[in-house]
């Protein structure tokens, strides 16, 4: 392992090198972006760290609207949209997504220096943005808390003064599509400034409802930012509000192991590929107030920036943030058309945060101290609705009916109807109690059955508040003309309180106690099954008289049915990183780094194992990662070839992961693990006629201990890559403007088991799944858009096509449905097409 490594180096820095000697000191380019990674405006070549900035011309010529196209060309991130309320953030093979609000990110998602980084409220609309900046390995020191592996800051446009402009534009496709955005920007008098920007996006789902209503997996968003920039001597100031609203229909969670039927008539209505129409429902007895399949979720949040030039050494900057959002999202987590299991996901969050960073800068040295306050209060509701008596024909293994229908293919699930029928369901509790040797008669199974509810509802909440205080350094000295040093420290203190409750809703769940019956002593055992035979038994309050548990089926409910148990922690600990950069000439830099991530050590609630028992807060201990990072960077050919490659090495200890528990998910320690790889990104701009691009990642992240040992992180390809274009040809009065791209990854596993049957076996998961086909293989999607412009870029009309080659992939797999044995798979975009039309004016006043 350690010789590939060092393998990769010399071959990249090698490379880089030698043609660093051919480069010649220029100016900085006027195109050339400025980025601010390191909390200081730099020249990308000067920032020692590998490091990917796109600008708002390439996000426009590419039409990257949303994360997860953006992340298509920037090596070594991957973002999963699985839904604006599920996103998965991925930096060099480590994932952010977790919904629960006992969790802390691993990579940071910022707006303008403001974290961003709870899954629920951290996927936002890319408009009116400046530019994107993604860094990787370990920020903490820069970033603070969530920025183990890597930190995303999206620094959006701000009031400009003395400029009266705006812009607007409109596109729409196939699938109903349409986006409409508009911006302007006025003078109030000549030191304030205001902006205000927004965006309308809306699509039809792109997979067939196949029982009526609307498609699956569409979009349906609306976004608007309102920006006010003050100035008065050496403070400037900026306000910005962001409000956004998405309400999408709901996700194509779809199984493959069985075709899409009528509920009604039993009648095949599709078929099982992963990409086909779906048949799904929202559950009967309105669940959830009757809301339908989907989203409903907002996000708000205020920023204030001050900026104050003490001297011509000093600076002082001051980040005070609000922000909040709320989320309701309903899904069909069994992937069926009968309602075996319907899902849903409340999460909420209110945040607050200041930071004060004072800023040096004279001669050779370059340095900052800071102190942060960050607030948190955050819950996650999930409330459930089964079938039992679907549930129960899943444990037997009969949902097509197990017999019953004559000639019906194990694929093909039965009528709703015949489910509802005691002397069928009677039929498959004596074979459940057969395979743990029990034997039930007749009556008594029949009697269990007539009980059996086809919408039982419980609950489960985990809630957290943190407050948190930092304080953090950092300083770079200039050691000689070509040779600089670069150190980082933050002290991180950590003040937690985490919660858990769950209840049952509407009576104890006779399948959850009929299974927990059938695990004990035979006496216990009698008297249980006795007991759930009694007429009216999912209703019967517990008593003296009737001792029965009040069962839960995928959560076992807390003491007083929903009593709110709480635990609170308190825990501190440093993250530091070193740096060195030479530089061979003013336009290359070769640098090495060494940097310590922590993830804070977080309390992860684990709901009773019986109904009333005892909730527990195990406290995972810190996750760190040891990052070692050698790179370079060289701008050639009089600044128009930009190329830069770094290798690395990631240990990790006490690696958090997450694992399913019935329905439930929950945070646990998996040990040790280890990643490695090359990341390389070339620009080439020979004239202003032509612009290519070109990135690759090579990325190995596994499990080195415990019951993982070896398996692949989750949505981690190891390699990855990207191609493009933008070319822009004179033709009559304006330009000819072409900019294709290729994107290609290699083949993902969806979940840190990957999928490995010895993995998910009872009691992790109510029904073993037995085999492994969530992942997905290797594929290339190709897009291109051509139009014509002004010269002066005042106005431009495009035609553009995603996915030109409607290559069918999946998005996710898995899922909530695991737990019984059927999992589900999220299709891909399809091929997307249409035209757009865009223009701006003004200037300078």
Not at 61 to 81: A, H, I, T, W
Not at 470 to 481: A, I, Q
Not at 752 to 775: H, K, S, T
Request: charged share 20%; aromatic share 10%.
């Amino acid at each position: 392992m350690n010789f590939r490594i060092l393998a990769l180096a010399g071959a990249s820095l090698s490379t880089l090198v030698a043609t660093q000697a051919r480069a010649e000191a220029e100016p900085a380019d006027a195109d050339m972006i400025i980025v601010t990674a390191q909390l200081r405006e730099q020249d990308p070549i000067a920032v020692p760290m590998a490091l990917t900035a796109i600008g708002a011309d390439e996000l426009d010529r590419f039409g990257l609207q949303e994360l997860d196209k953006l992340s298509r060309f920037v090596p070594g991130f991957v973002v999963q949209n699985q839904s604006p309320n599920n996103p998965g953030f991925v930096m060099r093979g480590i994932t952010s997504d977790s919904g629960a609000a006992t969790n802390e990110p691993r990579v940071s998602v910022f707006q303008d220096g403001v974290s961003i980084s709870k899954s629920r409220g951290s996927y936002v609309e890319l408009f009116d943005i400046e530019r994107v900046e993604v860094a990787k390995g370990p920020q903490s020191t820069l970033y603070g808390r969530g920025a183990l592996t890597g930190a995303v800051n999206i620094i959006q446009n701000k009031a400009k003064l003395g400029r009266i402009e705006g812009a607007a534009a409109l596109s729409y496709g196939n699938y109903e599509s349409f986006i409409g955005e508009a911006m302007v920007n006025a003078p109030i008098g000549d030191n304030v400034a205001i902006r205000i920007a927004g965006r309308v996006r809306q699509r039809d789902g792109y997979v067939e409802n196949l029982l009526g209503g609307e498609d699956f997996n569409s979009a349906d968003t609306k976004a608007i930012r309102g920006a006010l920039h003050a100035e008065a001597g050496k403070l400037t100031f900026d306000l910005i509000g962001n409000y956004q609203k998405d309400r999408p229909a709901g996700t194509s969670f779809k199984s493959i192991a069985y075709n899409p039927t009528d509920p009604a008539t039993g009648a095949v209505i599709g078929d099982r590929g992963r990409n086909s129409g779906a048949a799904l429902v929202a559950g009967a007895g309105g669940f959830e107030g009757g809301k339908p399949l989907g989203l409903d979720r907002e996000v708000w949040s205020v920023t204030g920036l001050a900026n104050l030039e003490l001297d011509d050494r000093f600076t002082l900057t001051s980040i005070t943030a609000y922000r909040r959002f709320e989320s309701l999202e309903i899904f069909d987590a069994d992937g069926l058309s009968l309602p075996i299991l319907t899902a849903a996901e409340g999460a909420e969050g209110k945040q607050f945060s200041q930071e004060l960073r004072l800023a040096f800068a004279q001669g050779p040295l370059t340095a900052f101290v800071g102190a942060s306050y960050f607030h948190e209060d955050g819950s996650q509701r999930g409330p459930a609705q089964f079938d039992e008596r679907m549930v129960l024909a899943r444990l037997a293994g009969a949902l097509n009916g197990g017999g019953a229908i004559p000639g019906r293919a194990a694929t093909d699930p039965a009528p709703a109807a015949l489910f509802a029928n005691p002397a069928f369901t009677g039929m498959l509790l004596q074979g459940v109690a057969g395979a743990y040797g029990v034997a039930l008669s007749s009556a008594q199974a029949q009697a269990i059955a007539a009980n059996l509810k086809s919408a039982h509802l419980e609950t489960s909440t985990n809630t957290a508040r943190t407050n948190a205080f930092d304080l953090f350094g950092d300083v770079t000295m200039r050691v000689s003309e070509r040779f600089e040093l670069g150190a980082g420290l933050r002290y991180t203190h950590d003040d937690k309180r985490s919660g858990y409750t769950a209840s049952v809703l509407n009576g104890r769940s006779i399948v959850g106690g009929f299974i927990g019956a059938l695990s004990q002593p035979a006496a216990t055992r009698t008297a249980l099954l006795q007991a759930l035979a009694v007429p009216g038994a999912a209703t019967i309050p517990p008593s003296a008289a009737y001792p029965v548990p009040l069962f839960g089926l995928g959560a076992q409910p807390t003491a007083g049915n929903g009593e709110m148990v709480e635990a609170t922690h308190k825990n501190g600990g440093f993250s530091w990183r070193l740096t060195a950069r030479y530089l061979p000439n003013d336009d290359s830099s070769i640098y090495a780094t060494y940097a310590r991530g922590r993830r804070p050590e977080i309390l992860s609630p684990r709901g009773p194992g019986a109904p009333f028992g005892a909730v527990t807060f195990p406290v995972l201990p810190s996750e760190t990662v040891d990052s070692f990072e050698l790179g370079a960077k060289a701008a050639l050919l009089d600044r128009s070839l930009f190329v830069d490659g770094a290798v690395f090495f990631y240990q990790y200890e006490n690696f958090q992961t997450t694992e399913q528990q019935g329905t439930q998910f929950i945070t646990t320690n998996a040990g040790r693990a280890e990643s490695y790889g090359f990341e390389g990104q070339v620009r080439w701009m020979p004239n202003d006629v032509l612009s290519l691009f070109a990135t690759y990642a090579y990325s190995h992240g596994r499990f080195k201990t415990g019951v993982r040992e070896d398996n692949r992180f989750r949505l981690n390809p190891d390699h990855s890559a990207s191609l493009g274009a933008i070319v822009s040809v004179p033709a009559g009065p304006g330009r000819v403007s072409f900019s294709p791209s290729v994107t290609v990854q290699s083949k993902i596993f969806f979940d840190d088991d990957n999928d490995r049957p010895d993995l998910q076996q009872p009691p992790a998961a109510l029904v073993a799944d037995n085999i492994q086909d969530e992942y997905q293989d290797g594929y290339a999607l190709v897009n291109a858009r051509l139009g014509y412009e002004s010269r002066d870029g005042g106005w431009r009309v495009e035609a553009f096509v995603e996915n030109l080659f409607d290559k069918a992939y999946i998005m996710d797999a898995g899922n909530t449905g695991d737990s019984l044995g059927l999992p589900t798979f999220i299709a891909g975009a399809p091929r997307f097409y249409g035209v757009a039309l865009g223009f701006r004016f003004g200037g300078a006043r």
